[in-house]
């Protein structure tokens, strides 16, 4: 057997596995096909790069995905202690410079001398796994080759979905005539004030704001609608438009379903004041910062498959981006994921083969927390794997608590479901609450909260 532990994939579950690993004085070689090769939205030689949105989501333990980050955070996780230390403002989400937060994981693999870092393609996993543990972490954005690979390894006939990336734009172009910074709710103007005065408030506290907004009336909201609906996209193949995932919709497919579906979604403007009217607008397009110096912004929600000329002439209608300069441009990409209901265990260990591991999104995962989580355990389980090798040295796996959130997520990969599809982390995988039901939601999301760490903490004692 190997004197190593092969990691496929420099993502966020890669390196994750490859820290975990690493740091109990395993050797890891850790397998990373760029800059040889470049998937269709990754555009930079780091690791751990963020491709799609640069939000991590809530941080509060009320919130599924807060409560994920923190047990990760008492995990020692890497990835979610270099999102704390590279994060900009978000109000009471963790949004990172993904730049800064991609460099800094890169410097931290590259430094540890357990890990070698090969940059080559790898398109056969049952050849290394003949003779010793790998951890497959290739992302959503598996090359085609070894997508193929594992599709005939897991013999599985669908190995996909799509999902779409929102564009970045340059703050220095949007007309702050028009567009004013504020959290929801935070900025409405109070009773009390003058609407000079909340003006003034509003200029002193915008250093503090992590969001643009961008008002719009009804002519302003309906013109831009229709101009969504109708703008050109980049062809799907018939099969492929039935293999959307619903959580990263792109927002011309959204506006299709109503006129209104927009603004009771990512431009509802409830919570809004428009500083050039005092009242609440009709809709609302909020741009969230992107980046630790805010010179970039991404439009939240604004996922999308439009051709790059569409993206400019149709978002360029919306109020204060008139003259907008487009960083970046949306995209729609494919996502490789596998059936794990039937393939893996609660481990993320391939039932057929107990040498391989996958981790990530590839597992059906959604999210970059999950993603980061679903290292986690392969790696500390692919540890035990490795420690076992020696007959005289037997520990049992680790399978985390389903009181847990990043116990339910594995439980929810590894279960039989005939409609299994990408799972974010929500409070609707974990067992409910024993006894009498308590009706306030923020109370039973923070009880939900406190079991979970308490089961967590068990695990920490008895296997970690």
Avoid at 191 to 216: A, T
Avoid at 331 to 349: A, P
Wanted: contains cysteine; aromatic residues 8%.
């Amino acid at each position: 057997m190997k004197d190593y532990i092969t990691i496929i994939g420099g993502g966020l579950a890669g390196t994750e596995a490859a820290y975990q690993i690493a740091k109990r004085g395993i050797k890891v070689k850790l397998y990373e096909m760029k800059p040889i090769k470049f998937s269709p939205a990754h555009s930079n030689q780091n690791l751990a790069e963020i491709v799609c949105s640069n939000s991590f989501k809530s941080n509060l333990l009320t919130n599924a995905c807060g409560l994920l980050k923190e047990e990760l955070r008492r995990l020692d996780s890497l990835l979610i202690k270099i999102a704390d230390e590279t994060s900009v403002p978000a109000g009471q989400a963790l949004a990172v410079d993904r730049e800064a937060f991609s460099q800094k994981v890169t410097r931290a693999i590259e430094e540890n001398e357990n890990i070698e870092i090969i940059h080559e393609e790898i398109t056969n996993i049952e050849e290394i796994a003949k003779e010793g543990i790998v951890i497959i972490a290739t992302g959503p954005l598996t090359s085609d080759e070894l997508a193929k690979n594992i599709q005939e390894m897991t013999t599985q006939d669908k190995l996909y979905f799509y999902d779409a990336a929102a564009p970045i734009v340059n703050k220095d172009s949007i007309n702050f005539d028009i567009a004013f910074y504020g959290d929801r709710y935070a900025q409405e103007k109070k009773k009390e004030e003058s609407i000079e005065e909340w003006k003034k408030r509003l200029e002193e506290e915008k250093e503090e704001q992590s969001y643009i907004n961008l008002p719009m009336n009804q002519e302003e909201y309906e013109t831009f609608m229709k101009e969504l609906i109708h703008a050109e996209v980049v062809t799907l193949h018939a099969f492929e438009k039935r293999e959307i995932f619903e959580g990263c919709m792109p927002i011309e497919i959204m506006a299709k379903r109503g006129l209104d579906t927009l603004r009771f979604g990512p431009l509802k403007p409830v919570g809004f004041d428009d500083p050039r009217t005092g009242k609440r607008p009709y809709a609302v397009v909020q741009l969230r910062q992107d980046d630790k110096q805010a010179t970039m912004y991404n439009m939240v929600g604004f996922q999308t498959n439009l051709k790059y000329g569409e993206q400019k002439r149709v978002f360029s209608m919306i109020p204060g981006l008139e003259n907008a300069e487009f960083v970046k441009y949306g995209v729609m990409h494919r996502n490789t994921y596998i059936n794990s209901t039937e393939l893996l265990d609660e481990t993320y260990n391939l039932k057929s083969n107990s040498n391989i591991y996958f981790a990530g999104q590839i597992t059906g995962v959604e999210g970059y927390v999950e993603s980061i989580s679903s290292g986690m355990v392969a790696a500390l389980n692919a540890i035990k794997d490795f420690q076992n090798r020696d007959e005289t040295h037997q520990t049992h796996k680790i399978t985390f608590s389903p009181y847990t959130v990043i116990g339910s997520l594995a439980q929810y990969i590894s279960t039989p479901n005939t409609k299994f599809q990408p799972m974010n982390a929500n409070f609707g995988i974990l067992p409910q609450l024993e006894g009498k039901k308590v009706k306030d939601k923020k109370e039973r999301y923070m009880k939900l909260a406190e079991r979970s760490l308490e089961n967590l903490d068990v695990n920490l004692d008895v296997n970690v």
